[in-house]
């Protein structure tokens, strides 16, 4: 028999004052059985960095041909792609085809370090694809954040990001491995 998804339930304030952008979402994860709390806050994460009306979350990791997320236009066309951890460099190069901006947010400190070394060769020409790496002392304190029901705030000022509860707060000071030539908006 096959495990099914744990639900999670995510009340997520967001204050990024570099975007200028304040509002509050109520989020259902679907946690696949064979992913971590750490990387299910790393998805997290990046919707609180990129949250927008539009942003949603993908199948999971069940399903090859979708990201973790992604934001719509209305005619259908895919304004960004957001894969979190370390996809391969086909799944990369086919999503940088797909979608206007592509965004990977990586994890797991020198594990990450090697993966991008491995495949940023062959990324050269993806000209609309950023990489930002998550400190795996900030992913593994973000893990520790994970329950079913929460609530949470994300702010976000002058590129410092910080993401609480009402015990503890996380600081992710990010590292943009990589940017798009075209900025992301």
């Given at each position: 028999m096959a495990l099914k998804a744990t639900i999670f339930k995510a009340?997520?304030?967001?204050?990024?004052?570099?975007?200028?952008?304040?509002?509050?979402?109520?989020?259902?994860i679907a946690r696949h059985p064979s992913e971590t709390d750490e990387?299910?806050?790393v998805r997290l994460l990046a919707y609180a960095l990129h949250a927008d009306e539009a942003l949603s979350f993908g199948k999971g990791l069940s399903t090859d041909d979708e990201p973790d997320l992604w934001q719509k236009d209305l005619t259908g066309a895919i304004e960004l792609w957001i894969d979190v951890g370390q996809p391969d460099d086909k799944r990369?190069?086919?999503?940088?085809?797909?979608?206007?901006?592509v965004v990977v947010y990586s994890y797991g400190g020198q594990g990450a370090v090697i993966w991008w070394n491995q495949i940023?060769?062959?990324?050269?020409?993806?000209s609309n694809l950023t990489v930002i790496s998550v400190p795996a002392v900030a992913s593994q304190a973000l893990a520790k954040l994970a329950?079913?029901?929460?609530r949470l705030n994300c702010t976000v000022q002058d590129e410092q990001v910080w993401l609480a509860d009402v015990e503890e707060r996380v600081q992710v000071e990010l590292t943009i491995v990589r940017a798009a030539?075209?900025?992301?908006r």
């Open positions: 009340e997520l304030q967001i204050a990024d004052m570099d975007r200028n952008y304040y509002h509050e979402h109520a989020l259902t990387r299910m806050m990369i190069r086919r999503a940088c085809g797909r979608a206007r901006q940023s060769g062959k990324l050269d020409r993806a329950r079913r029901n929460m030539s075209a900025p992301l």
